[in-house]
């Protein structure tokens, strides 16, 4: 993806996962949710203050974020879909703990 985002703007693959019933069974599209968990692919450099400083982004490349629903523009590149976010739609960013090392 050849892309970067101004001011406080984010650019994100949406991760879209199989949603299975407790019962094994797969969801089909149509019945699931919007997701809300995507993967950052580029941010911009930060909003600005009044005193016109740039404001440091607080999510990085790479980070799993949960987004606000409805939120983002979504577009479509090189046959992948994307969606634009201000840093402001993202709720959390996703942390895995690593697997401990056995002693």
């Given at each position: 993806m050849n892309m970067k985002p101004l001011g406080d703007r984010i650019v994100v693959r949406v991760i879209e996962e199989l949603e299975r019933t407790k019962g094994g069974?797969?969801?089909p599209d149509t019945a699931k949710e919007k997701p809300q968990e995507a993967e950052v692919l580029a941010i911009g450099p930060g909003g600005r203050n009044?005193?016109?400083e740039r404001?440091?982004?607080e999510v990085k490349v790479?980070?799993?974020v949960i987004?606000?629903?409805y939120s983002g523009t979504e577009f479509k590149q090189d046959d992948e879909?994307?969606?634009i976010?201000?840093?402001s739609d993202v709720l959390a960013t996703v942390?895995?703990?690593r697997a401990k090392a056995r002693a």
């Open positions: 069974i797969v969801l009044e005193k016109g404001i440091p982004m790479g980070d799993r987004f606000a629903k879909e994307y969606l976010l201000r840093e942390v895995r703990e």
